[in-house]
């Protein structure tokens, strides 16, 4: 795409945002009715581009990709009502009559940034964009290069059904992200790596441009000696591990297992690796496992496997799987299980993104613990799994950071809508799905409004000259005891309570009880300030 089509589409933006149609419930409900629809009528078209770019199962894209990405919609559709009314909050008494109150709006024209990666092009590209969409800002997507034909689809089908001022896709390579890094934008919304992550959050400091990003890590799986069946532990960290071919930013990186399971997990991760695919002990047979996305980085995997089978046991073990099974040019790489590698191998030393899982024994969940916070060092996961039945050894492994938390199932949370999605330091910042998504693409400005009128000056107590004293003590004595004014949802009867009470204090029973109160607000105030009460 040229420059001059972006400064089109953002121009375009720009004048919607200065219409504020955007701001209406009817835009924003709109475009998620088209979003919906785009994908239910070319579901077919989609499932097969995401095929050709990962070599993925019908099925895993249908769940994965479709099934999640249209839930999320329809979770959004369903709660938008909630954020376009102002939300009514409690106020300060001492600045009574006071109505506060929260709108959530757009973010600043032209509108909001996502770039989406590879590993699931349909969904991390447009539940993003629901959510930024709900938001009311203008979204451009900018694809992955490396999904080229998913890519490819969508920057078709996207002109079908939004106009270039709501939703626009632009294809292209590293030159068009930074091209498109390089304006202004109301957020910028980044899925992939930490490294490019870090390039792409100085690039929008740049342009005072927020971000939220969405990065990965080395994930940790706990499991421990109460863990009740194994074959059912197995099942789900070989399924959460090999979906997607491990192309999952909160896949399972690597397992610490308790010495007393550690044996029959491995045996039991065998037999569930051969039973989801093919039932063979010839991995080559595995016609189910997903491609990995480019020759470059299934060579990067064989070559992990390959160190530690060339080191004569040295730096671990491959106990099945194994790199004479793999083919670059095929970009397959097989599911490869390493028992207790070296942590200056490459399978250590950075997040997997494959198929290889590799396994250690630890003797107690402290070890469990000492192990997981020593190979995180600075560094946060995006995730953590705990298979335990016990409620205190799950609560021991909580206090280790992650930006979620699972206990005896892999990568589930990433699908639930109602639950926000995010990291932490480099896992990455911010969060999204669902209302959470609304939240975070939204600005929430803080709206106050309070009558002008002298009757509610109360003597002009804030204001200066405050001569002795006495009118600062008592402004800070008022603001310490009087209580919150919760919200009420008729401003007439604030008016009226408000009202009475000016009154009351201009009637000459209020002048005594003024005299009164002065005398006994004077006596707290001097104990107050001298720490007496």
Known sequence: ??????????????????????????????????????????????????????????????????????????????????????????????FAPCFSEIRYEPLLSPGVLIISPF????????????????????????????ANHTSSLLAKLVPRYFDDSALAIVEGGAKETSDLLGYPWGLVFFTGSTRVGKIVSMRAAETLTPTILELG?????????SVPDMKVTADRIVWGKTYNGGQTCVAPDHVFCHEEKVDHFCSEIIKSTKRMFGGTDDPRNFDQLTRIVDEASARRL?????????????????????????????????????????????????????????????SSDEDAIRHITMLQGNNTPLALYCFATSDAVFEQINTCRSGTLVRNDVIIQFASPHLPIGGLGTSGSGNYHGRHSIESFSHKKSTVSKPARQLFEFGGIRYGPYGDGLKGRL??????ILPQIPVLHTRRLVMSLVLAIGILFRTSFGHYLHAELDRLIKRRANAYLNNEL
């Open 217 to 225: 890590g080395k994930s940790p799986v706990y499991i421990d000696k």
């Open 475 to 480: 402004l800070l004595l008022l603001t310490r």
């Open 1 to 94: 795409m040229t420059d001059e089509r972006i400064i089109s589409i953002r121009r375009q933006m720009a004048d919607l945002h200065k219409t504020r149609e955007n701001y209406t419930e009817q835009w924003r409900r709109s475009q998620l009715m088209s979003l919906k629809r785009m994908i239910f009528e070319n579901k077919a078209a989609m499932v097969e581009a995401i095929g050709l770019d990962l070599g993925r199962h019908p099925f895993e894209t249908e769940t994965g990709e479709i099934a999640c990405t249209i839930t999320d919609i329809e979770e959004i559709l369903g709660i938008l009502s909630d954020y376009i009314d102002p939300v009514q909050v409690a106020s300060p008494a001492c």
């Open 302 to 362: 064989i070559s992990a496997i390959q160190e530690i089978e060339e080191s004569d046991g040295k730096k671990g073990k491959v106990i099945f799987g194994g790199s004479k099974f793999c083919d670059a040019k095929s970009r397959i790489v097989v599911p490869t299980i390493v028992f207790n590698p070296s942590l200056d191998t490459q399978v250590m030393t950075d997040e997997i993104f494959g198929p290889i899982l590799p396994v250690y024994s630890v």
């Open 119 to 146: 590993n699931y092009p349909i969904n991390l590209s447009l539940v993003p964009a629901a959510g930024s969409l709900a938001s009311g800002n203008p979204t451009i997507i900018k694809m992955s290069e490396s």
